[in-house]
């Protein structure tokens, strides 16, 4: 227990530290952001071969898999601040009504102060850093904690970012969930959470008791809703890009990932089949010895994958795959045709390599399928009908609409990254992250010059009659009524 004491006391002084840190002004400046960001992009550069060994120990990543999800996606994310920094920094006027006479406005972006990162075990570099970019790129003191069930991913990160970035600023706090609780009862300016809608209502709980703004990244289960494309090459385009949003990212481990597939039952058979053939030309006969696909992330969310499975209903739908080793913490990547919409694995975000496919009498009725369940991350319609298009973005509702891909969206700096509802709250990436981490402060500047008298008592019906005229910015009437020639109406008096 003291020792424990010791530990708190320890952090808590770092805390306040950092909080110093950010009181003095440095993490303000423009050079420090830039400094910051540049640190950044040396880290990844510098150590991408220890990045390729901790995503291979953790999660078994192939380098490939690595460089695309992680490194590479976090060095566009970084240049992209860079370039766009000082224009984000900058004060955008606001425009004021002609009424507002020599008077200015401007909305001046400002870091929020010490903010929490707390990020996932799926993408464990990915999750860490691009929020932290978003964060640093604002001005602020960062904490993060990375994942402890990534465990030499979060050690990686612990150990360089202090070397590469103003350790008296940005810490890295490893632990357990103990660990993480401590931490959210602390007060921050602002807590970014990527995880588990369960683990978010603890987040949102715990931010409650400083008021303390949080955004969420959860996720959920998201449709890919496959049309009866008509040309074979389309096709062939759709179901690639379905199976490899599926099973090459993290093994399914992934929450914008699909979760599952949507189309009409006249189809189902022909997909099934194109699936099993470009599954074989993109994995192999043996998936596993392809070094492809990813391993589950520990033996827990291996039998949780696992039971899903096991349920008979659910078993008896197994159309291709459905092999497991347990001791090597391998799913081959299984495709399950209508199991049943009660069993777990049409309640619960699957995150694994389990692909079910629902077949409906026409593909309209996706719309009303999707809307009957928890609002998801992102919905992947593949269609070329423009009437099914504009019914899928007018008519459901998730955090985003990709139409003929998956997963790209993440990568679009120019487009918001999150969810709504139970997929979670706020969004990132490119100035979107900048925003998420900064606080949007509204300056006016007005003259002693001029001043409206109407606004001071004692009232009258004139005054009223002012008031009403410039709340409509009805200019032509205010300078009737103060000349004296437009009619003053009187006040309705009240018992």
């Not at 002004?25 to 050079?31: K, W």
């Not at 510098?46 to 490939?64: M, N, S, T, W, Y």
């Not at 609780?181 to 603890?202: M, N, P």
């Not at 049409?346 to 077949?359: A, K, W, Y």
Request: net charge neutral.
């Amino acid at each position: 227990m003291e020792l424990e004491n010791e530990v708190v006391e320890e952090m808590e002084r770092e805390l306040e530290e950092m909080r110093e840190c950010y009181r003095s002004g440095r993490t303000r400046e423009a050079s420090w952001r830039k400094s910051q960001l540049n640190g950044l992009l040396k880290l990844l550069r510098e150590r991408e071969e220890e990045i390729f060994r901790a995503l291979h120990q953790d999660l078994g990543k192939h380098p490939v898999e690595a460089y695309r999800d992680e490194i590479g996606s976090l060095i566009k994310s970084v240049n992209y601040a860079l370039d766009g920094l000082l224009r984000w920094m900058s004060g955008s006027k606001a425009k004021l009504p002609r009424i507002a006479l020599l008077s200015t406005a401007e909305i001046v972006p400002e870091p929020l102060g010490l903010v929490l990162i707390i990020s996932s075990w799926n993408f464990p570099i990915g999750l860490s850093l691009e929020p932290l970019i978003g964060a640093l790129a604002a001005g602020n003191a960062v904490v993060l904690k990375p994942s402890e069930l990534a465990p030499e991913c979060s050690s990686l990160l612990a150990n360089a970012i202090p070397r590469y970035l103003d350790f008296k600023a940005v810490k890295v706090i490893q632990g357990g969930p103990g660990t993480g609780e401590r931490l959210l009862h602390w007060k921050w300016d602002k807590i970014f959470f990527t995880g588990s809608a369960r683990i978010g209502r603890r987040v949102l709980a715990a931010a409650a008791e400083h008021l303390t703004p949080v955004t969420l990244e959860l996720g959920g289960k998201c449709p890919a809703v496959m049309d009866t494309l008509s040309s074979s090459f389309d096709r062939k385009v759709a179901v690639q890009r379905v199976l490899g949003a599926k099973f090459t990212f993290s093994a399914g481990q992934v929450c914008v990932g699909v979760d599952y597939v949507l189309v009409e039952k006249k189809f189902s058979s022909a997909l099934v089949e194109l699936m099993k053939v470009e599954m074989k030309k993109m994995l192999g006969e043996n998936p596993r010895e392809s070094r492809s696909v990813a391993r589950i992330v520990n033996k827990h969310h291996f039998l949780r994958l696992q039971s899903l499975l096991l349920d008979p209903l659910v078993k008896s739908s197994i159309v291709y795959g459905g092999l497991m080793d347990e001791e090597n913490l391998f799913i081959e990547p299984t495709i399950l045709m209508d199991p049943p919409l009660q069993a777990a694995i049409m309640t619960d975000e699957i995150f694994g390599p389990l692909l079910p496919i629902v077949t409906l009498n026409k593909i309209e009725d996706s719309i009303e399928f999707i809307n009957s369940r928890p609002k998801p991350l992102a919905i992947y319609v593949f269609t070329k009908d423009e009437s099914l298009g504009r019914s899928m973005v007018s008519k459901t509702s998730s955090g985003s609409v990709v139409f003929n891909d998956t997963v790209i969206q993440y990568l679009a700096d120019a487009l918001p990254f999150g969810g709504i509802g139970e997929s979670g709250m706020g969004k990132y990436h490119g100035k979107f992250s900048f925003d998420t981490f900064s606080h949007h402060k509204a300056v006016l500047r007005r003259s002693f010059l001029i001043d409206f008298w109407f606004r001071f008592p004692p009232w009258n019906d004139h005054k009223l009659q002012l008031f009403r005229l410039s709340y409509c910015y009805d200019y032509l009437g205010i300078v009737l009524t103060v000349l004296g020639l437009k009619r003053t109406n009187g006040v309705s008096k009240r018992d």
